[in-house]
């Protein structure tokens, strides 16, 4: 499966993470610092992009509460299914 988890870089994202990769599955972070990631939030706009090439199967919400008013209203611009 393809998954993309927010909060990937925390410590129950990042140890699902390990979990996921070993059984197999692709997964994908939400990035907010690297504009070249596939999954990124771009809170100076405040725009979820996503990748046009590749299909998820599942999404895992694990952002922080320090992190929720900045994804609030998610504004989803690109993804293709």
Do not use: W
């Not at 990769?21 to 994908?28: D, K, L, M, P, R």
């Not at 690297?34 to 895992?60: C, E, G, I, M």
Request: hydrophobic share 35%.
């Amino acid at each position: 499966m393809n998954i993309l988890i927010t909060g990937a870089s925390g410590m129950i994202g990042s140890a699902l993470c390990t979990r996921l990769t070993e059984s197999g599955h692709q997964v994908f972070g939400l990035s907010r610092s690297d504009d070249s990631a596939p999954f990124r939030y771009d809170p100076n706009n405040d725009r979820v992009h996503l990748s046009k090439d590749t299909n998820l199967d599942a999404v895992v919400n694990l952002r922080s509460e320090e992190h929720t008013s900045e994804l609030q209203s998610l504004n989803v611009i690109s993804y293709a299914v």
